[in-house]
């Protein structure tokens, strides 16, 4: 009798470490997206609210883990500090809770940099019942690499205490943004960069961007109080180009200072849809010559917008998580040596695993903003002519024609908000290296370099992006009805 | 109802929960390493002047966040700890010899050092370094490395 139990028991508990064996432990799922919404959005007392904060990011100290600059070259040390990178915020508020929206002077933060600077936003959120706060990256080409991708090959190349660094300086931007609030109008302006001179350059086929530097501005009803003007600008600020080595803020430092200056008021800069490759042209061989003379060409149109609208106080938005299949295998081998630190989770993908992200719409009076985690193609925003290269790739639906069908006429976008996917490249252009896909580069038949691909997710991105912006922006309409 | 529990079973769940513990720390021990065993067989492999860039890239997995397949683990285990059990227990009763003892337990030794090691590899291959199975990781890095990456 017990020698049965014992092989009885024995057998049991191999069936019983099989069946826990056997159990998936994460399957991919279809993306759930969890709509928030702010609360009784008619309610809201009609004034804006607007408050603004700035704190440097402090250089780590000498002798400490090295640091790089981010965006063109693999393991460069800077060798100078041209004009320090900041932390911006502004605190918007239609009067039913504000939000956060904190501007970073960088290459990009993924999403764990972005949850932390909310994790440690958590008590200011409690006092003052701050609702959201969203953080983007200006995409500095100039700045310290706060993603981990210059260092050198496949080594993480983010230093620790800068890192810690951008959290605070982005905690105190934040802080003294909410202490700052005051109430007043704003405006929205734009102008057209493109009717005088060219100021921008596209890389890739087809030629699509958006010229407009658009300018959100407030206006105290306190004059004693400084106004807030935040640009939005679809280019790449890249302008000391790839032979810097000096820290700075590039283009968009130069043009806010120069804003600061001539109005008194302070001036953040918004990256737009940048995908494909959009930068601002060169103007002069000599680099600082050349982010001089283009951050004071934008500030020049920045000064000229005049005919404005005025913004009707009311505020809402939309946020949800996402999964989007990780089929760049380099993705993948940054995640396995801890320098990719995204959740992820297993999937239906070229790799085997989802890469988690979000996206939020954001809605100011009658203009809608769509907060994108990476740097999208222009004409995945605005449509036009698409390139062909993967006919058996399909572009979704423009998300400004998504936006319009909901009712609304004015798009927006901020790129690298809240996390970097990379670029988001259209399907029907999205074209791999045969031997080697997202590792090596590939020419197509009309000597295109397919170089974003590389540095994206995955084809379907884009598919996933537009989906979700859908949800998104239904989920605002549904609450206006 | 109790279910009696012979000392046989529970010196063979015993060595299998040791057996799993020494794989199991063996394979962490192994990923966290693979950087300085890169450095030490660098020249042996043939890479040349690219070991010290192979080993800083493999050094990042010293503080890999790692999840290490312990149900696997012990199953692997399972059939090693009875066979040692097996082998050095003999029939109730029965005497054995003192050269027929060093016979059970050198097959015991030989059992560990053939099974072992496979049970380290199979281990390791399905650990979750940083979320990213282990196995998948190398099977990418054989792919590039077919295709000339490196």
């Known amino acids: 009798m017990k020698k049965k139990l014992h092989k009885g028991f024995l057998a049991a508990v191999v069936c019983v470490l099989l069946c826990l064996m056997l159990i998936p432990s994460g399957c991919g799922e279809e993306n759930k997206a969890e709509v928030y919404r ?29 640091y790089y600059i981010a965006g063109y070259n693999n393991g460069w040390e800077p060798v100078g500090v041209l004009d320090l990178c900041n932390a911006q915020a502004v605190w918007l508020d239609a009067g039913a809770g504000g939000i956060l929206l904190i501007g970073v002077d960088c290459v990009g933060l993924g999403s764990p940099t972005v949850k932390e600077i909310r994790n440690r936003l958590k008590d200011l959120c409690e006092e003052t019942g701050c609702t959201a706060v969203n ?23 983010k230093n620790d205490e800068y890192m810690e660094n951008v959290i605070e300086a982005s905690v105190s931007a934040a802080y003294e943004a909410a202490e700052n609030r005051t109430e007043g109008k704003l405006f929205y302006g734009a102008v057209d960069t493109e009717e005088k001179e060219s100021m921008l350059r596209d890389s890739r086929y087809p030629l699509i961007y958006d010229p407009y530097l658009h300018q959100l501005r407030f206006e105290p009803e306190d004059e004693s109080k400084e106004g807030m003007r935040m640009y939005i600008y679809g280019a790449h600020a890249e302008s000391l180009r790839g032979s810097n080595s000096l820290i700075s803020r590039d283009f968009p430092g130069v043009m806010c200072d120069k804003v600061e200056e001539q109005t008194g008021d302070h001036a953040m800069f918004m990256p737009g849809a940048i995908g494909g490759l959009i930068m601002t042209r060169e103007f002069n061989g000599l ?30 938005y939309a946020h949800t998580e996402f999964k989007v299949p990780m089929d760049n295998t380099g ?56 390139a062909q290269h993967n006919p058996a790739g399909e572009n979704p639906v423009p998300l400004a024609e998504i936006a319009a069908t909901y009712g609304y006429d004015q798009l927006l976008v901020i790129g690298l908000a809240n996390d970097e996917l990379g ?6 252009d999205f074209l791999l290296n045969e031997d080697a896909p997202y590792l090596l580069r590939t020419m197509d038949d009309m000597g295109e370099d397919h170089y974003e691909e590389t540095n994206s997710v995955g084809e379907e991105c884009a598919v996933i992006i537009a989906q979700i912006f859908e949800q998104l922006v239904n989920s605002l309409a549904l609450s206006t009805n | 109802m109790k279910i009696h529990i012979s000392r046989r079973v529970a010196a063979a769940l015993i060595i299998v929960l040791i057996l799993a513990l020494i794989t199991g720390l063996g394979a962490d021990l ?109 099977s990418f890095l054989y792919d590039a490395i077919k295709n000339g990456i490196f």
Not at chain 1, 47 to 60: D, H, K, L, Y
Not at chain 1, 137 to 157: C, E, F, K, R
Not at chain 1, 298 to 312: F, M, N, R, S, V
Request: aromatic content about 8%; glycine content about 12%.
């Open chain 1, 38 to 66: 702010t609360e009784d959005h008619l309610k809201q007392k009609a004034v804006w609210t607007m408050g603004f904060g700035r704190s440097e990011i402090a250089i780590p100290e000498e002798g400490s883990q090295p």
């Open chain 2, 30 to 138: 192994l990923i966290r390493n693979l950087g300085q065993l890169i450095l030490a067989l660098g020249d042996t492999l043939g890479m040349g002047k690219s070991t010290a860039d192979y080993a800083a890239i493999l050094n990042q997995l010293k503080s890999a966040r790692m999840d290490l397949p312990s149900l696997l683990n012990l199953l692997l285990c399972l059939p090693i700890g009875i066979g040692i059990l097996r082998m050095g227990a003999g029939k109730r009763g029965v005497v054995i010899s003192s050269k027929q003892r060093a016979l059970r337990i050198g097959g015991s030794v030989l059992l560990c050092l053939l099974l072992l090691p496979l049970v380290v590899v199979i281990t390791l291959w399905f650990t979750d370094v940083n979320d990213i199975r282990f196995g998948t990781a190398v």
């Open chain 1, 135 to 157: 953080v983007y990256a200006t995409h500095d080409h100039a700045g310290v690499d706060t993603l981990g991708l210059w260092g050198p090959i496949m080594v993480d190349g």
């Open chain 1, 287 to 316: 680099f600082i010559n050349n982010l001089n003379i283009t951050g004071n060409k934008l500030a020049g149109y920045a000064l000229t917008i005049k005919d404005e609208q005025e913004i009707k106080p009311d505020m809402q």
């Open chain 1, 423 to 428: 670029y988001i490249v259209p399907p029907s």
């Open chain 1, 331 to 386: 993705y993948l081998f940054y995640k396995f040596l801890g320098v990719l630190e995204n959740e992820i989770s297993k999937g239906d993908s070229a790799t085997g695993y989802m890469l988690h992200s979000e996206m939020t719409v954001l809605q100011l009076g009658d203009l809608l903003f769509a907060l994108i985690p990476g740097e999208i193609f222009p004409e995945l925003v605005w449509g036009g002519e698409a």
